[in-house]
């Protein structure tokens, strides 16, 4: 029978320690890593087990550490026996309540599926403070036999690997080592080292030979929300947004609580201007003047400082001029107004539509070959809002998903119909999208029933300070 991580864990328990936790190479990788971070650096230890050997290497030397685990057992042995603090919690929608210094993952990525995999890499560049550290340990899938598991191109790894583990059955991800450093490098991580070795469990019921692979990486890109990295140079250039799918897509939308930015950076606006829709998917407090128009472009039909602030929703990929359509938008918005804000809200480097479309849609249409890099369109709004005068902004992560209520094979092929005719209904491969997309939908389905993730990364911006 298949049991998932916290099952898996909380069976092993101590079990596990003793059979990881004697082991010089990691030993040797924690000690030159520790070689890069200052004294009493705060270091967050996912997946921390029991805490040894990782979270106990680190307090000895003065650091300040917190453990998390899905399985409470782990979390009651680590706290029982090293210096730190620990708690049950999922690095999937785990979030630290600081900038850290440094992320350690050893061996704890293995039970998600390979789009979580691809998200909380981006999200432990999140966590991390510019120049941070992270350390991550897994089993290269170059060292499993050919039979187990699927490639999966989207996310470019082995999915679906069923092994026996520890005595129990287990569906696993696996990434090569080529695959592990191309999307640490996605992320905005530079490789500062890596190092393969071959390592024997001290388990008298489970003891075969393992190859483990560990990188040694630092944070070199500020924003990974405007990733993934490295940028393109050009605008790939408008694509037309299927009105009718649009509306579709957008009754389905849930946003997670996480909107609080938007409500935040919108608290004092009394005069508002929606652009391309979706506010509403946000469930906020509208403003008292509420003004909406469909498209933003070169023109918009107000006069200047007419708002106090902006919302627009996923418009920067159907605009002609970029640049010029930024600078209009700052135009109507009333920049002496100390808390007026412009909010631009992009796909997230992690979206899975996005990833979907871009993977399978993109190379299909005789309309826009090129891809949507939504980090690339944040990235060029956030320099032409600071030229205009909006210089003071941050970057958040929203969570938001689109919910499938059809059934299992409908839901795959209904979903495939509205990603592809998102921007393609048009385009003479529409069909030829659609069916593509169907499988790899039916894989995402199964990793979370009948739902989409569609993570957001929001840019505000207000007035640089005098």
């Known amino acids: 029978m298949e049991v998932d991580a916290v099952k898996l864990f909380n069976y092993l328990g101590k079990r596990y320690e003793d059979a990881y936790a004697d082991n010089p190479y990691l030993h040797g990788i924690v000690n030159r890593a520790m070689k890069?971070?200052?004294?009493?650096?705060?270091?967050?230890?996912?997946?921390?087990?029991?805490?040894?050997?990782?979270?106990e290497m680190l307090a000895n030397n003065g650091h300040e550490v917190h453990g998390i685990d899905?399985?409470?057992?782990?979390?009651?042995?680590?706290?029982?026996?090293?210096?730190?603090?620990?708690?049950?919690?999922?690095?999937?929608?785990?979030?630290?309540?600081?900038?850290?210094?440094?992320?350690?993952?050893?061996?704890?990525?293995?039970?998600?599926?390979?789009?979580?995999?691809?998200?909380?890499?981006?999200?432990?560049?999140e966590w991390l403070r510019e120049g941070g550290v992270l350390v991550l340990g897994a089993t290269p899938s170059t060292s499993l036999p050919p039979d187990l598991g699927v490639y999966d191109p989207i996310w470019n790894c082995v999915r679906g690997v069923r092994t026996t583990w520890m005595t129990k059955?287990?569906?696993?991800?696996?990434?090569?080592?080529?695959?592990?450093?191309?999307?640490?490098?996605?992320?905005?991580?530079t490789i500062e080292a890596d190092q393969a070795f071959k390592f024997t469990p001290k388990d008298p019921e489970y003891n075969p030979t393992e190859v483990h692979y560990f990188i040694v990486a630092r944070k070199t890109n500020l924003h990974p929300l405007l990733g993934p990295y490295p940028l393109p140079i050009l605008y790939p250039g408008s694509r037309p947004r299927h009105d009718e799918t649009w509306s579709l897509l957008q009754d389905r939308l849930t946003v997670g609580e996480r909107r609080n930015a938007v409500n935040n950076a919108l608290r004092y606006s009394q005069k508002m201007l929606e652009v391309?829709?979706?506010?509403?998917?946000?469930?906020?407090?509208?403003?008292?003047?509420?003004?909406?128009?469909?498209?933003?472009?070169?023109?918009?039909?107000?006069?200047?400082?007419?708002?106090?602030?902006a919302f627009a929703m996923f418009t920067l990929d159907h605009v002609s001029d970029l640049g010029k359509s930024l600078r209009e938008l700052t135009r109507v918005v009333d920049v002496s107004f100390p808390y007026s804000r412009i909010v631009i809200v992009q796909g997230a480097p992690d979206n899975e539509c996005l990833r979907l479309i871009n993977s399978v849609c993109v190379p299909l249409?005789?309309?826009?070959?090129?891809?949507?890099?939504?980090?690339?369109?944040?990235?060029?709004?956030?320099?032409?809002?600071?030229?205009?005068?909006?210089?003071?902004?941050?970057?958040?992560?929203?969570?938001?998903?689109?919910?499938?209520?059809?059934?299992?094979?409908?839901?795959?092929n209904q979903a495939a119909a509205e990603l592809a005719g998102l921007w393609h209904r048009d385009d003479q491969n529409y069909a030829q999208m659609q069916e593509n997309l169907v499988p790899h939908l039916r894989d995402l389905f199964a990793d979370h029933q009948r739902v989409l993730r569609n993570e957001l990364a929001v840019l505000v911006a207000g007035p640089t300070p005098n």
């Open 169 to 189: 059955t287990c569906k696993q991800t696996f990434l090569s080592e080529s695959g592990w450093e191309a999307l640490l490098q996605l992320a905005g991580f």
């Open 36 to 55: 890069m971070l200052k004294p009493g650096s705060r270091i967050l230890d996912v997946g921390c087990g029991t805490g040894k050997p990782v979270a």
């Open 276 to 309: 391309g829709g979706g506010f509403g998917s946000f469930r906020l407090l509208s403003p008292k003047v509420h003004e909406r128009h469909d498209v933003l472009c070169e023109s918009l039909p107000f006069k200047d400082r007419s708002f106090d602030s």
């Open 70 to 125: 899905v399985a409470e057992e782990m979390v009651k042995i680590a706290r029982s026996q090293v210096r730190g603090t620990f708690e049950k919690a999922d690095m999937r929608t785990y979030t630290p309540p600081h900038t850290l210094d440094a992320v350690f993952a050893a061996y704890s990525l293995y039970q998600i599926s390979p789009s979580d995999t691809y998200s909380v890499v981006f999200r432990f560049a």
């Open 365 to 412: 249409s005789a309309q826009n070959p090129e891809i949507s890099h939504q980090g690339h369109l944040l990235h060029t709004a956030k320099n032409v809002l600071s030229e205009m005068g909006f210089g003071s902004s941050s970057i958040h992560r929203v969570n938001s998903h689109y919910v499938f209520s059809e059934d299992d094979t409908e839901s795959s």
